[in-house]
């Protein structure tokens, strides 16, 4: 057991991947000489070479393409996008080709190919560096998607992202890779499709995912404390495919349900969770089920109106406080 | 003998129109020569010829339409060539391209699934201008769902779905209830207080730092200022009830009163009479029981006084089930005494006791309260001269009961001492007339005056 | 334009420029040639052109939906580039690939299945024209993104190189896609990493409707490579042993000078872009003049003025490849459309299958 930063499990994980698997290499913009422009890749250029850690031009469209390729012939590339917002410029690499060339050409030719990138705003990066686009990918059979939301799950899942045989988009977050937490020695795996329980609650169901799922974890143990509200917290872990029986059980126990996400609210994840509970769990809801989500604006760039665009703990508390049941079980 | 079929010359196209045709019967055709064109749903077109012939037959003149794989030419040796050509028809169209076109087309062409899955999925869009353009419907915005209306007077319950699988579960009556959710919805919290209300007697304490300060509820009346001569004392469940439920009496249902003044003196002695012959163990038959047994006989008679309002209809109920009122700790309660007319007074009193008990106990069940079809309240013990009493909704009327006292009254011109007592009764007016109410009251008055037709 | 393009421009739209002759030229054929593979290519070109010529017909028949881009006026170019590579070598191309398809060693049947949508078509009826497949002979694929191709088979010679292979990847697509975005990426990444990769452009001089210089700054397109100091050359698609020629010279160079490399095969279209285009755009006498640089009977004539063909083979190819033709028709006719149970299969990978080295 150990605590180690969001930052440190990644770079951990992939290290031991490159050395497990020598089908396994890294690509993607200042991830070499630089070491990454958020130090993922710190040190791995000089451990193994310009052959396994592969620099790209600036050219998303050519290089996850390119990566694509390399999966069809057997190799298991792991692409680093530098942040989300230019994940667009690939766009149709990822969804015409990556997600359909196994299928449309019948079965023959896998594609193993995983694609990082991290999401979310706040530092004042303005409209087309704050970005939250995963559910693009979400609504797209091909693809998988998950979003750890711990060090301790993204070890695990990175692991089951570079093994399987399938492209993914792997999520994470900008805010998240200074935090900390625990993660066991050994080889593990998460499977995709599981969500996680992250605490038991009666009152009312808070389903998150990336970073929001952590402040909800946070949210929900102030308010027990100060309130006495005994709130669960589900955290998704996958977005695709999507731990549907874990969140259905959830709102039948506490039969109300509030989504925390930080994309924008219309078309985004928490529709599809709203509109999946409501058609599993419809006889068990005592109330319609909220979405709490960032304020659908571009990105601004001054401080306080990136303050008031953004979702976070203040409006997933209010949230709470509307929905409370007022009797606590 | 190669047929020369339409062919499908696009991906939306459903049918074709000659518009010339470029060999006549009797011409020799080669593999890939050019023989008519042919005007599709995008373009002008030409058709080849896949076969190498004499063209012996045109079966679609120009000017006339035919759906895709259909016949338009035969090519052959030459025997079967046509002598003349056949007339070209003026650009008169062939199909009106109507519903039934279309179904031609689902017949006649006898190709792969995929064309016919073209007919179906694309059939608004085949072809020509005489098809009139199918009017796009006015889009109406979806009403907003209406919101923050509480149980409103259409009598649309608004209610959970999670509420009302519970209340199902349990027999409660959602009309009984008041909802306190979103949108004035009922929700689970006010089932289990009205669970709770059946189950505990004694006042249960709601929760109340909790209850105030994260959900700040209009129902909820906590005060935040402690004033030195006042003391607040919050309300159990039961009472809180209560004062929802009469409140929405009062205010939705349009009472009217009746009173009269019965003489119980008879009544009295007969009671005497049956309480003589009661052993130890037995019951005791009360004044209330007498009376309980008078409105139901008198209900079987007037069955519109044993009804109830509902969606602007009104409900008669078969069965004749009476609410006897109990004072009880912190407030009161009305457990129902079912199928009044049938059992003999001696039951009635039983049972009224046994109910009397479980009040005073907090044991009542839901289901010795639901069903309740009329209500007696009886203060008689209390010595009150006449009082009025508030309707228990769903019900049409209440008794109210006073106390029997001794009076003179003149029989035969001459001054008697006789014990009357006065009740009124309370009804609604939308359900009851003020004469149907007299005359009710009239037959009770008869039993009670008369009370051996109360035995049996 | 300077003055070098305007000389260029001076120069015409040729298409007899670099390599091989146009088809009106009586010329030697090479010494080293062997009958045999000349008489293949020559059975190849014209299987190609049945095959195309049947593929219209079962579409006007609705035996075929969708979409259907035909290789019809460029059989030279299709056998040319698939002769010059070796059966370890892969191959991507776009949309108009039916005939690359055949070429590459796919049976016309599985083709046809495919084309009709059948469950032995050589993806199952998933694909259909526009996306053909077949991993044992290495042909990965068409491709329906003008350009989509370009990246995956940069990143196959990615894989080769990582791996020290001395496989090829030779990566057809049309003129219109010179224009995008994605040609300048791949050959960007190609050129830095020194990928065994040949872009090999099928000038056919249209877009759709579009002339190739309408839509490109550059009416040569082979003259792009420059951008990137990449050997590039361009040669008379007409001319199936040049074509052949100018892909075995590029693989070669791939093979051992670990380079990319850009080929332009000038060729004509003979019809419209898809199946379904009346083709009003083009100018009449130009169609004209296109079809009467028929590459097959061009190559015929070689032949036959070498001694290596004469009528009576010419008819035994010609009844061969349409028996062939028609075969392919009654099977894909009789194949079955694949049931409705399979429709969720292969939405994803098993996850335990072993993804080596292919």
């Given at each position: ?329 | 003998?190669?047929e020369v079929n339409m062919p499908r010359l696009s991906d939306t196209m459903q049918e074709g129109t000659i518009t ?16 008519a064109e042919v005007e599709t749903d995008k373009a002008n077109m030409?058709v ?10 045109i079966l679609v003149n120009e000017g006339d339409t035919a759906p895709i794989g259909q016949v338009i030419a035969i ?14 028809q003026?650009a008169a169209k062939n199909t009106p391209t109507t519903a039934n076109g279309t179904a031609k087309e689902v017949a006649t062409t006898s190709q792969a699934p995929s064309a016919n899955n073209q007919v179906a999925a694309t059939s608004s869009r085949s072809t020509e201008a005489s098809r ?325 | ?57 079962m579409y006007t028949k609705a035996r075929i939906g ?210 379904v ?82």
């Amino acid at each position: 057991m150990a605590e180690i930063t969001f930052r440190q499990a990644l770079h951990d994980t992939l290290r031991e991947e490159l050395l497990r698997d020598e089908n396994v290499f890294l690509m993607g913009e200042e991830i070499g000489t630089f070491e990454g422009s958020y130090k993922i890749t710190a040190g791995l250029l000089k451990e193994f070479g310009s052959k396994r850690i592969v620099d790209t031009p600036i050219a998303e469209n050519g290089f996850v393409g390119m990566a694509t390729g390399a999966a069809m012939l057997g190799l298991r590339p792991v692409v680093e996008i530098m942040t989300i917002n230019f994940i667009i410029l690939a766009m149709d690499e990822i969804v015409n080709h990556a997600a359909k060339i196994h299928y449309m050409f019948g079965g023959q030719c896998p594609v193993p190919l995983v694609i990082r990138t991290p999401g979310g705003g706040g530092q004042q990066l303005s409209a087309t560096h704050s970005q939250n686009l995963e559910v693009w990918f979400a609504h797209v059979p091909g693809l998988k998607v998950v979003a750890p939301s711990t060090p301790a799950d993204a070890k695990g899942l990175l692991r089951t992202a570079i093994r399987g045989n399938n492209p993914v988009i792997y999520l994470e977050n900008l805010a998240l890779y200074n935090s900390k937490g625990e993660v066991t020695d050994g080889d593990y795996t998460i499977p995709f499709g599981k969500a996680k329980v992250t605490k038991e609650g009666t009152d009312l169901t808070v389903i998150s995912y990336s970073r929001m799922a952590s402040v909800a974890l946070d949210v929900a143990r102030r308010m027990e404390q100060e309130k006495h509200l005994n709130i669960e917290v589900v955290d998704l872990r996958s977005l695709r495919p999507l731990d549907i029986e874990t969140i259905v059980n959830s709102v039948r126990k506490t039969n109300r349900a509030i989504v925390f996400e930080e994309d924008w609210r219309s078309y985004g994840i928490g529709a599809e969770i709203a509109a999946t509970l409501q058609e599993e769990a419809f006889d068990d809801l005592d109330a319609p089920i909220k979405r709490v989500a960032s304020v659908e604006v571009p990105l601004p760039y001054s401080k306080p109106l990136e303050q008031a665009a953004l979702t976070g703990a203040k409006q997933l508390i209010e949230a709470i406080n509307e929905l409370a049941p007022r009797r606590r079980r | 003998m190669p047929e020369v079929n339409m062919p499908r010359l696009s991906d939306t196209m459903q049918e074709g129109t000659i518009t010339r045709w470029l060999k006549k019967p009797g011409d020799t055709i080669k593999k890939g020569d050019i023989i008519a064109e042919v005007e599709t749903d995008k373009a002008n077109m030409e058709v080849e010829a896949y076969d190498a012939g004499t063209l012996e037959q045109i079966l679609v003149n120009e000017g006339d339409t035919a759906p895709i794989g259909q016949v338009i030419a035969i090519i052959g040796s030459g025997a079967g060539t046509q002598k003349q050509p056949a007339a070209p028809q003026a650009a008169a169209k062939n199909t009106p391209t109507t519903a039934n076109g279309t179904a031609k087309e689902v017949a006649t062409t006898s190709q792969a699934p995929s064309a016919n899955n073209q007919v179906a999925a694309t059939s608004s869009r085949s072809t020509e201008a005489s098809r009139p353009v199918a009017s796009t419907q006015v889009q109406e915005t979806a009403r907003p769902a209406q919101r923050e209306e509480a149980l409103s007077g259409d009598g649309k319950l608004r209610a959970s779905p999670l509420a009302r699988r519970m209340a199902e579960e349990h027999g409660v009556n959602l009309h009984q209830l008041q909802g306190t959710g979103p949108g004035g919805r009922i929700v689970r919290d006010d089932i289990e207080d009205y669970l709770d209300l059946q189950r505990t007697a004694p006042a249960t304490t709601a929760q109340p730092e909790s209850a105030a300060a994260s959900v700040p509820s209009a129902e909820v009346v906590a005060p935040e200022v402690q004033l030195a001569d006042v003391e607040v004392i919050s309300l159990s469940s039961m009472q809180k009830t209560i004062a929802r439920r009469l409140t929405e009496s009062k205010q939705q249902v349009p009472h009217f009163y009746i009173g009269n003044e019965i003489d119980m003196t008879d009544a009295l002695a007969l009671r005497q009479t049956l309480n003589a012959s009661t052993g130890e163990n037995g019951v005791k038959v009360s004044v209330n029981d007498l009376i309980v047994k008078a409105c139901a006989l008198a209900l079987e008679k007037f069955p519109e006084v044993n009804s109830s309002w509902k969606d602007s209809q009104f409900v008669r109920h078969k069965r004749i089930n009476i609410g006897i009122a109990i004072d009880i700790p912190g407030g009161l309660i009305v457990p129902v005494l079912k199928d009044a007319n049938i059992k003999g007074v001696r039951s009635l009193a039983r049972e009224a006791k046994a109910l009397a008990e479980k009040a005073r106990s907090g044991k009542l069940t839901a289901d010795d309260l639901q069903g309740g079809t009329f209500s007696i309240s009886n203060l008689g013990m209390m010595d009150v001269t006449d009082f009025i009493a508030v309707i228990n909704p769903p019900e049409a009327a209440i008794m109210a009961v006073a106390s029997a006292r001794k009076t003179f009254v003149p029989i035969n011109d001459q001054p008697v001492i006789r014990d009357l007592m006065h009740v009124t009764i309370s009804a609604d007016h939308r359900i009851l007339y003020g004469a149907t109410v007299a005359r009710f009251l009239h037959e009770v008055k008869g039993l009670l005056e008369q009370p051996y037709s109360l035995l049996g | 334009m300077n003055t070098e393009q305007q000389k260029r421009a001076k120069a015409g739209a040729s298409t007899s420029e670099a390599r091989g002759s146009s088809g009106t030229d009586v010329a030697t054929l090479p010494a080293n040639e062997k009958p045999e593979t000349l008489l293949h290519y020559y059975h190849q070109m014209l299987l190609v052109r049945r095959f195309e010529e049947k593929t219209s017909e079962m579409y006007t028949k609705a035996r075929i939906g969708g979409y259907c881009h035909l290789n019809l006026g460029e059989e030279a170019t299709v056998v040319g580039f698939c002769e010059g590579l070796e059966p370890t070598d892969y191959v991507y191309t776009n949309y108009r690939e039916h005939g690359y398809a055949i070429c590459r060693g796919i049976s016309s049947d599985a083709v046809m299945a495919e084309l009709f949508g059948k469950q032995d078509g050589c993806a199952h009826g998933r694909g259909g024209s526009m996306h053909l497949f077949d991993l044992q002979r290495r042909f990965m694929g068409g491709y329906a993104i003008v350009g989509g191709q370009l990246p995956l088979a940069t990143g196959a010679a990615f894989a080769i190189a990582y791996r020290g292979g001395n496989e090829v990847v030779a990566c057809q697509m049309g003129d219109g896609t010179t224009n995008g975005g994605p040609f300048f990426e791949s050959l960007n990444l190609a050129k830095i990493y020194h990928l065994p990769v040949i872009y090999f452009i099928v000038n056919n001089q249209y877009g759709m409707s579009t002339k190739a210089d309408q839509g490109s700054a550059v009416g040569e397109l082979y003259r792009k490579a420059c951008a990137f100091d990449m050997r590039s050359e361009r040669v008379d698609g007409n001319d199936v042993l040049a074509v052949r020629d100018a892909v075995r010279q590029a693989a070669k160079f791939a093979r051992e000078q670990h380079e990319p490399s850009l080929i332009e095969a000038v060729s004509y279209r003979f019809r419209g872009h898809s199946v379904v285009d009346p083709d009003r755009y083009r100018d009449e006498e130009e169609v004209k003049r296109g079809r009467a640089q028929d590459p097959i009977p061009a190559f015929a004539k070689r032949l036959m003025d070498a001694g290596m063909l004469d009528e009576q083979e010419m008819q035994r190819i010609e009844e061969q490849v349409e028996q062939e033709v028609d075969e392919a028709v009654r099977f894909a006719e009789e194949s079955p459309f694949p049931p409705l149970e399979t429709l969720f299969d292969h939405i994803y990978a098993a996850d335990d299958v072993q993804t080596g080295e292919k």
